[in-house]
């Protein structure tokens, strides 16, 4: 049983999610067919109209020498009737108890352009307004009916209708009456089918800017950019006008009118990016229709662009809202958001509209509004809407990761604010020990072994001569070690101030000269970084190349010279320079001198100490023959570091 319940249990979470998925398309497609629903009430709703009492429906047709009673709304079988147009005539009777009121004709839809003529006399020709001419368009007529030419009682009334296609011709109800009673119902279709579109239009148009520079800045991403070309071209395709005959502009305006197919194209291309899709080299075939119909406008006519409209743009609309219906009803099922069901929603909308402007072309619905064009730029906009409802979603969710990023540094700075100082109290500590560490040694080395001559000599009992000396080198070594510790702010001056003080009082009883010389100014740079063991070292190195020349010279005189010199690399370096007028001595080729096994380990210890504090020492002697233009003598050459090491690894 165990065994069957393990087996089971990794089914459990597929079915859930099958499961799951069912139940989003089933609401999903309920959603997509209410708002279907919702498009087909409203479009079977007729707007409110005039007063019956003022309608004409009933009217004589005149249509290839053959003449009819027909009623309106009436549905032309032809495509082209521009030089023998069909002609519709009437009567309408004006009271006399309104002749105070202007009257108008007014002519809600028409395909593709009206002349009406009262009493003889033309009073509206739709063909001077080209935005009127539009067979997608739904524009309204109206025109006040001069009071020279309206009778009381009976009236004429003819309508020549001109079709240039691409669709069948078409002419609603008209209506004939007091002008302040037909205007109300003219306002209503002209904000609904001219201002709204161009609204519409303008918003579109401010989106594809929108998403053009999102497309820019965001190259990675040519969803943005692919919908902002399809607004673009939908915009010019929108203010653009039929043109009625040749002009050197009129090719390009019945290219761009006719550019629903790449309009199409461009949409669809973009769904299917947004959906995730990437573009394949065969996606160009979504363009071959607009590119023929393109070709077609630019080497051929109008009525060749007509024809092949019906034939590429027609259906290529049309394909594309199925495929857009289908990716994006996936799309909203992998990822449901605000920006999917947006689209999907308007694809719903559009494919709607869509198939309602096409059974009104085939006479299959009792009037001919068009929709499509209104629904598509509602559409896009939406699509535009939805995308940038992303992006500044985008946009909270990056502030919202900002705002927990700066958090989160700032806790990470308080933890390292922490943790550096308890480094640096680390630091301190070890310093501490280490500067504790030197100390005891420098007192080891110096002190420690002078308190042992002290005792050996005490035991010996050699005389208090001896026991004397070694107990002032004791003390000499004792305040050395005293004068280093003091704080000196990096100035070595300070230093070798009190070590010349000392030197002088070593040097008096041996009736021995100090010639003390600052060249430089400042003597030498100050060093932030040196620590008492560095001033330790130069100090006892020093007073070993003064000890020597008492001792092994038999000196009269020692001159210590202090400089700042300006090195090869551009930083100044100080130097200390001891020099005596004694004897001197040979300096073998390892840098030590020659016989005297005491004096060559003093010469090593002063390069010792030299170089655990990174600095240089030149030892010249007379004997060697580098008197320096001096009969006699030793010079003792300590150059000092750009910058004293932190610790003494680098003795040798």
């Not at 049983?1 to 999610?17: F, K, S, T, V, W």
């Not at 099958?18 to 959603?31: C, D, E, H, N, V």
């Not at 998403?211 to 190259?219: E, F, K, Q, T």
């Not at 002078?450 to 004791?474: K, M, T, Y």
Request: net charge positive; with cysteine; aromatic share 6%.
């Amino acid at each position: 049983m165990n065994d069957h319940a393990d087996d089971a249990q990794p089914d459990l979470p597929g079915r859930e999610r099958r499961r799951l998925q069912a139940s989003r398309l089933i609401q999903y497609l309920l959603l997509q067919a209410a708002i279907a629903g919702a498009c087909v009430v409203a479009l079977l709703q007729s707007l409110p109209g005039p007063p019956a009492q003022y309608r004409m429906t009933a009217l004589q047709l005149t249509d290839a020498g053959i003449e009819r009673a027909v009623t309106l709304p009436y549905f032309s079988p032809r495509r082209d009737a521009m030089n023998d147009p069909p002609r519709f005539s009437g009567q309408f009777v004006r009271p006399a108890s309104e002749a105070a009121q202007p009257w108008s004709v007014f002519v809600p839809r028409f395909t593709n352009g009206v002349e009406v003529t009262v009493n003889g006399v033309v009073i509206l020709d739709s063909r001077r307004d080209p935005a009127a001419n539009r067979p997608d368009r739904n524009t309204p007529a109206i025109a006040v009916i001069p009071a020279s030419v309206l009778r009381d009682g009976e009236n004429a009334i003819s309508i020549r209708l001109f079709i240039w296609g691409p669709i069948t011709g078409f002419l609603d109800r008209i209506w004939v009456g007091p002008d302040a009673e037909l205007r109300p119902s003219y306002d209503l279709r002209t904000l609904i089918f001219v201002t709204l579109p161009v609204v519409f239009s303008s918003w579109q148009a401010i989106l594809a800017v929108i998403l053009g520079i999102m497309w820019v800045m965001r190259r990675h991403e040519p969803a943005y950019g692919v919908l902002a070309a399809a607004m673009a071209v939908g915009v010019g395709q929108a203010f653009l006008q039929t043109p009625m005959g040749e002009t050197p502009f009129s090719k390009l305006n019945v290219i761009l009118i006719s550019s629903a197919p790449i309009e199409s194209a461009l949409v669809l291309t973009f769904a299917l990016l947004f959906s995730g899709w990437k573009w394949q080299r065969y996606g160009w075939i979504l363009f071959i229709p607009g590119v023929l119909l393109a070709l077609a406008g630019l080497f051929g006519n109008q009525a060749m662009v007509r024809a092949l409209f019906l034939i590429l743009a027609v259906p290529m609309v049309g394909i594309s809202l199925l495929i857009m219906a289908v990716v994006t009803a996936r799309s909203a099922l992998k990822r449901p958001n605000v920006a999917s069901l947006l689209l999907g929603c308007a694809v719903t909308i559009m494919l709607t509209c869509w198939i309602a402007d096409l059974l009104s072309v085939f006479q299959m619905t009792p009037n001919r509004i068009f929709t499509s064009r209104l629904s598509y730029s509602a559409m896009l906009v939406a699509i535009g809407a939805g995308l940038t409802w992303r992006f500044a979603r985008a946009l909270n969710q990056v502030d919202g990761f900002a705002g927990r990023l700066v958090s989160q540094v700032r806790e990470a700075e308080e933890k390292l604010k922490v943790s550096f100082a308890r480094e640096e109290e680390r630091a301190r500590a070890a310093a501490l020990a280490r500067e504790r560490t030197r100390l005891m040694r420098d007192l080891h080395d110096g002190l420690g072994g002078q308190l042992v001559s002290i005792v050996a000599l005490s035991e010996r009992g050699n005389g208090s001569a001896g026991i004397g000396d070694a107990a002032r080198a004791a003390l000499k070594d004792l305040r050395l070690v005293i004068d280093s510790m003091d704080d000196i702010g990096g100035d070595l001056m300070l230093a070798l101030g009190s070590w010349r003080e000392r030197a002088m009082a070593q040097l008096r009883p041996h009736d021995i000269a100090l010639d003390w010389r600052a060249v430089t100014p400042q003597g030498v740079p100050v060093h932030p970084e040196l620590r008492p063991w560095h001033v330790i070292q130069i100090v006892r190195l020093l007073d070993e190349a003064v000890t020597n020349a008492v001792k092994h010279a038999n000196a009269k005189r020692i001159t210590v010279r202090i400089e700042t010199l300006a090195g090869a690399d551009g930083h100044e370096r100080g130097c200390i320079t001891v020099e005596d007028d004694g004897k001197g001595f040979e300096i073998t080729s390892d840098g030590t001198a020659a016989g005297a096994i005491k004096a060559a380990r003093g010469l090593r210890n002063m390069r010792s100490r030299a170089a655990r504090c990174g600095a240089e020492l030149e030892l010249s002697s007379c004997a060697q023959g580098t008197d320096q233009g001096a009969d006699q003598g030793t010079r003792v050459r300590l150059t000092l570091p750009h910058r004293f090491p932190d610790s003494d690894g680098a003795a040798g």
